[in-house]
């Protein structure tokens, strides 16, 4: 009986696991599979207009709408919150070439880059701690988007505002507001099922659509106001000191908006036909695209201010008042209604390629990267959405701030609303900038450009990615270094007692973390050379195309050692190494065989 349900069991599992590449060992097999291997030519299909087309449509959305809200509120003028947007976001593109280079180049994801940084072993921590924030993320961004297609049905049939609730009042939401979120997050779920080289479409469509209901909410705005509002003739509340300070948080608060796609830009550059086709399609892209948007959602929470009394920075406020006057109670006529229809559906359309592009995607190929044997990014992706529906997001702390914003209007409501907003991305970044931290100076300045991609999928002890343990001790303390400079500014911005120093370094959190971070893991390659390194600039991955990683594959040897212990082939007196030889297309299997000792 034993022996049948154990080949029961055994059958069900080979049933249920996904496809891999044949003579891979167990090891080997929660290293790889489909969706883990360097993207090979076939599957190369995004071009520099497909990168920006998915900028444009993530640039549209209502986190960028309000990004200068909480700056506005801390005493900046609108220039000066919008000039905060531009600094920080040209940083962030400059961040996200940095890590995209990696992918675009090795056409591998940030989990399978990450195990050059923390080994083998080692980067399913930050793998997970990245999906986990996924999953919820998913979550959320599916509540405002349901609060959008709640606006959709409203102005359609204006009786839905009056649906009766049939939920108890523990549940924290109301009938009507979670039929909407459901029927957002229902509708989400096609959108998983495509492969990503594919689902570049659902970005191209959505620049296309969304950015022009955006500027035709702008100019409604605008004329429904006769003029621009106060806000754009609002000074500076702040000066001296305080004034530079409160532009460096805003800065901050535009990174760490961007802190997520920083670190798993990798997972769509990898399907770059090109290097060059991820840089400056990017680069320029990024900050042009999100100041655009932070620009209106200003000047139509400014026009806001006359037709209401109030700045509102929600847009979706600003919509529901536009079908039921607040003053009157008077609904909106029939024109007006299928205006706040059509931008609704721009809003619910832009959540959608947010959350696929910055949550689902990303979730899913970090959960292939936890359990690649029985799950890809489509299956990790079905489950990214099924903890988000499970985790009731209308509980969660960004749901309350964002409804917060949603129902009330105060100045003193907004500055509580939008500090809180910023004091949790600035938490989040904390942990994203330390794992970019060690793998951007791990590619650029230790490694410099050369990795030995067979050996990202070995699992053996000899491989040079391997490590202690299957754990890099110096990527996992230079993590831990970057982290520890903020804790004690965190626990200030939480309001407790902290020195004021500790108040400054937390400020530049990101900047404190990543620097931290990068440098710490130098000083320690430094002191303790690893293995697979260049002695110059040297990037391999022109030459990669259909991947086998089996061992006994054809091209692959395993004559290194692990990287904490002796020599490496090529170290040899008198032996070539990477940092003597150049690596053509001949020498391309050679080069991507040695494990070499590196010198910085």
């Known amino acids: 009986m034993e022996k049948l349900e154990n080949s029961r069991l055994a059958y069900f599992a080979n049933k249920i696991a996904v496809s891999s590449e044949p003579g891979l060992t167990n090891a080997q097999l929660m290293l790889h599979n489909f969706d883990l291997k360097p993207v090979e030519p076939e599957r190369r299909q995004w071009g520099a207009w497909n990168f920006v087309g998915f900028w444009i449509s993530d640039s549209f959305n209502i986190n960028t709408w309000m990004i200068s809200s909480s700056m506005v509120a801390n005493g900046l003028s ?158 500076s509340a702040k000066h001296g000191g305080e004034l530079g300070w409160a532009m460096v948080q805003g800065i901050m608060s535009s990174i760490a908006n961007f802190a997520t796609l920083i670190v798993n830009d990798p997972d769509f550059a990898r399907f770059a036909r090109k290097p060059r086709d991820a840089l400056w399609s990017q680069f320029i892209t990024i900050p042009v695209g999100f100041a655009v948007t932070s620009f209106i959602g200003i000047i139509v929470s400014s026009s806001s201010a006359v037709i209401y009394g109030d700045a509102i920075w929600n847009p979706l406020s600003l919509l529901t008042y536009f079908l039921v006057n607040p003053n009157t109670g008077k609904t909106a006529n029939g024109p007006a209604r299928f205006g706040v229809f059509i931008i609704s559906f721009a809003f619910a359309l832009a959540q959608l390629g947010t959350n696929i592009a910055a949550n689902s995607v990303s979730a899913g190929t970090d959960m292939t990267a936890l359990l690649p044997r029985y799950l890809n990014i489509r299956r990790g992706g079905y489950i990214c959405a099924a903890v988000g529906l499970a985790m009731c997001p209308w509980y969660f702390f960004p749901t309350a701030m964002y409804k917060s914003i949603t129902y009330t209007f105060t100045n003193r409501n907004l500055l509580s609303t939008s500090n809180n907003f910023t004091t949790y991305l600035s938490a989040y970044s904390v942990f994203l900038s330390s794992i970019a931290g060690v793998i951007i100076c791990d590619y650029y300045v230790v490694r410099r450009g050369y990795y030995q991609i067979k050996d990202l999928y070995s699992a053996r002890k000899t491989a040079p990615y391997y490590f202690t343990y299957g754990f890099h001790w110096r990527g996992y303390t230079a993590y831990i270094c970057g982290i520890l400079i903020n804790i004690v500014g965190f626990v200030g911005a939480i309001g407790k007692p902290v020195p004021q120093g500790a108040k400054y370094i937390y400020n530049i959190n990101y900047f404190a973390g990543f620097l931290v971070a990068s440098l710490t893991y130098w000083i320690l390659c430094k002191i303790s050379p690893i293995p697979a390194c260049s002695g110059r600039w040297m990037e391999v991955g022109d030459e990669i195309g259909n991947v086998s990683v089996a061992y006994g594959a054809e091209g692959y040897e395993d004559d290194s050692v692990s990287a904490d212990s002796g020599k490496f082939k090529g170290d040899e007196e008198g032996q070539p190494t990477v940092r003597e030889r150049q690596v053509g297309k001949e020498d391309f299997s050679t080069g991507m065989e040695m494990g070499i000792g590196c010198s910085l």
């Open 78 to 235: 609108w220039w000066q919150s919008w000039l905060c947007v531009w600094i920080g976001y040209v940083m962030s593109a400059t961040f996200i070439c940095m890590t995209g280079r990696i992918g675009a180049t090795y056409h591998i994801p940030f989990p399978v880059v990450s195990r050059a940084s923390f080994g083998i072993w080692g980067a399913l921590w930050p793998v997970f701690n990245r999906a986990a924030m996924a999953c919820i993320w998913y979550g959320v961004q599916s509540w405002i988007g349901g609060e959008c297609v709640s606006l959709m049905i409203r102005s359609i049939w204006t009786s839905y505002e009056n649906v009766p609730n049939s939920m108890p009042n523990s549940s924290g939401t109301v009938t009507r507001d979670f039929v909407s979120f459901f029927l957002f997050w229902a509708c989400s779920l096609p959108a998983i099922w495509f492969p990503v080289h594919k689902i570049r479409h659902l970005f191209t469509a959505k620049a296309y659509f969304v950015p022009p209901a955006g500027i035709a909410f702008f100019i409604w705005s605008i004329v429904k106001a006769h003029g621009i509002g106060p806000i754009v003739h609002q000074p």
